[in-house]
Every structure is written in C-alpha cells, then in structure tokens.
C-alpha cells in the first residue's frame, strides 16, 4: 500500500483545514486508519484512528471536539478534518494504515505540513 497525504497549509488560528490521504497497491476497506503528527523538535504522536468499517473512531485528548477523521471506501481515501486549529497543531501530518489485528502502523504516506499562524 503507498499513501500519499495532502492538503496541508498555513491557516491562521480558529481557522479549519481537510487533509487527505490516498492509497494506491490495494483497497483500503480492510485496514485501520490513522493520522499522526510531529511538531518541530518533539516526538511523532497520535491524532485519531479509524476502524475499516468506519464505525469507530478515537482520538487523542489534544484534538478532540475539533477534528474529525473519516474515510471514503469508494475512493480509497481518508480524510482529517481539523476545526478550530490552534498554534499548538503545527506539525508535519502523516497517514498511516494497519491490519485491524495488529499493534504496529505497517504504512505511512510522506506527510503533509500544518502551520497555523496566531
């Protein structure tokens, strides 16, 4: 699977953004789905995940309320929707995909540069 992330930017704060990421090499009907972030300096964390059925999603404390992650089977696509973005959500952004059964990501797009201006 190669995943290919886009839509970042430079917004200014209380502004919104939609990141997509799009696979390529095998439908992504049966994976888990997430997005990531890494800030200057600091350590690649969690943003949200997304089950193959799209039926549950989690998120970390920091973005909860204000993104939304989801995913569009048909066109192999998953999207973060970021509301309300804050200085704090600068950061390069990746997607990443895994086997539903699994503990590790087994693939990442390239990432996709956030920077929110105050």
């Known amino acids: 699977v190669q995943l290919q992330a886009s839509g970042g930017g430079l917004v200014q704060a209380g502004g919104s953004l939609r990141l997509s990421c799009g696979a390529s090499?095998?439908?992504?009907?049966?994976?888990?789905l997430g997005w990531f972030r890494q800030a200057p300096g600091k350590e690649r964390e969690f943003v949200a995940r997304?089950?193959?059925?799209?039926?549950?999603?989690y998120y970390a404390d920091s973005v909860k309320g204000r993104f939304t992650i989801s995913r569009d089977v048909t066109k192999n696509t998953e999207y973060l929707q970021m509301n309300s973005l804050e200085p704090e959500d600068t950061a390069v952004y990746y997607c990443?995909?895994?086997?539903?059964?699994?503990?590790?990501?087994?693939?990442w797009g390239q990432g996709t540069q956030v920077t929110v201006s105050s």
């Open positions: 990443a995909a895994k086997y539903p059964s699994g503990t590790s990501w087994n693939y």
């Open positions: 090499g095998r439908t992504l009907s049966y994976y888990t």
């Open positions: 997304i089950i193959w059925s799209g039926g549950y999603t």
